[in-house]
C-alpha cells in the first residue's frame, strides 16, 4: 500500500511562505502524476500545483507566481513552496500521487493563514 506523509504546515502571517513536503513510500518515477490539492470547509478538493514526469507543470490561477511544485527523486518528496500567503490560501492541503489505476493520498496538513 502506498503511503504518503504531509509536514510543513501551520500558522503564518499573510505574507509569509511555508513549505509543505510530501514523502512517498514508494519510487515517485513509478508515478504518472504528483499533486497538491486544498480542501476548505464544505468544498471539493481542488488542485494547486501538479508535476507530471517529464517536469511540466501546472498550477491554479489563483496561486501562479507565488507556488512552486518541485520534487526530489533521491528523497521521493514533493514539495509545495507557498510565498506570498494569503488568507484565503487557508485549508488543508494533500499531497496526492496517481498510478495508472489509482490516486493515493496523504492525509492532509492544516495550513492557516492571519490577517
Known amino acids: 500500500q502506498v503511503q504518503l506523509v504531509e509536514s510543513g504546515g501551520g500558522l503564518v502571517k499573510a505574507g509569509g511562505s511555508l513549505r509543505l513536503s510530501c514523502v512517498v513510500s514508494?519510487?515517485?518515477?513509478?508515478?504518472?502524476?504528483l499533486g497538491w490539492y486544498r480542501q476548505f470547509p464544505g468544498k471539493q478538493r481542488e488542485l494547486v500545483a501538479g508535476?507530471?514526469?517529464?517536469?511540466?507543470?501546472s498550477y491554479a490561477d489563483s496561486v501562479k507566481g507565488r507556488f512552486t511544485i518541485s520534487r526530489d527523486y533521491a528523497k521521493n518528496t514533493v514539495d509545495l513552496q507557498m510565498n506570498s500567503l494569503k488568507p484565503e490560501d487557508t485549508a488543508v492541503y494533500y499531497c496526492?500521487?496517481?498510478?495508472?489505476?489509482?490516486?493515493?493520498w496523504g492525509q492532509g496538513t492544516q495550513v492557516t493563514v492571519s490577517s
Open positions: 496526492a500521487a496517481d498510478s495508472r489505476s489509482s490516486r493515493y
Open positions: 514508494e519510487s515517485i518515477s513509478s508515478f504518472n502524476y
Open positions: 508535476i507530471a514526469p517529464y517536469g511540466s507543470t
